[in-house]
């Protein structure tokens, strides 16, 4: 590991203020939505790296769980690496990693999952590709309709707890399924991103994509997160 760095999974306010000014050089954010982001992952789950005494970046542990044979294995999701800009280049990125996993590994944590920009750095401290992103296509023309038993019915977003009972009892018997974290479930529910409307249908959430989402057309109907009770 880089000596030149230290490594903290204690985070004074004063710190994590200079942390979301950090991030928001690196991710692009308006002013003030990194406090937002740091207060909904949690303040105690941001570790900084310094030099000098000087904050040089952080990021973010989401604790999960991954489904493999009906047993839930611990699982740490890595969020928000951000470097200040006049540090990069300079080992910091690869040392916070390195400090992290190995904080990790002490805990007993045996999987830790990312969506990286870039893959060169992460694939230095130790990670490698894993999963597939799919999109499947149908007319929905071609859909063969009949009677069904159940009534399809519209939510509110605050409603959204229910759901949660449901996608783990799926996620239970489908290998590699996450078990949620309570932060990411929330969100999922209560602040979509891109689209431009969301409605929860019984066990689905769709989204009206509309033609500038993964090049969808006007009218088309994307299907995101979805869970069946068991014996549905």
């Not at 949690?42 to 970046?57: A, T």
């Not at 799919?134 to 071609?142: F, L, P, R, T, V």
């Not at 309709?145 to 959204?160: D, G, M, Y």
Request: glycine share 10%.
């Amino acid at each position: 590991m880089a000596s030149q760095f230290e490594y903290s999974t204690f985070v004074h306010t004063e710190e994590l203020q200079q942390l979301g000014y950090i991030l928001e050089q690196c991710f692009v954010m308006r002013a003030g939505e990194s406090e937002r982001y740091i207060n909904r992952i949690g303040s105690e789950n941001f570790r900084i790296i310094y030099r000098d005494k000087q904050v040089v970046g952080g990021l973010g542990i989401i604790s999960m769980g991954q489904w493999w044979g009906g047993e839930r294995v611990p699982m740490t999701g890595i969020s928000a690496v951000g470097i200040a800009p006049e540090y990069r280049g300079g080992r910091a990125a690869i040392a916070l990693m390195q400090h992290t996993l190995q904080e990790l590994y002490n805990q007993g944590v045996p999987i830790s999952v990312l969506y990286p920009a870039t893959q060169r750095l992460y694939r230095k401290a130790g990670y490698e590709q894993a999963g597939s992103f799919c999109i499947w296509e149908i007319n929905s023309q071609s859909i063969q309709l009949r009677e069904q038993p159940l009534t399809l019915q519209s939510v509110i977003a605050s409603n959204h707890e229910i759901f949660h009972n449901l996608y783990q009892q799926q996620a239970k018997v489908t290998i590699c399924s996450l078990q949620e974290n309570s932060m990411l479930h929330k969100q999922l529910f209560l602040k979509p991103r891109k689209y431009s409307q969301v409605i929860l249908l019984g066990w689905l959430i769709t989204f009206n994509l509309g033609n500038w989402e993964w090049g969808m057309r006007n009218g088309e109907l994307g299907i995101g997160h979805r869970a069946l009770g068991m014996g549905n």
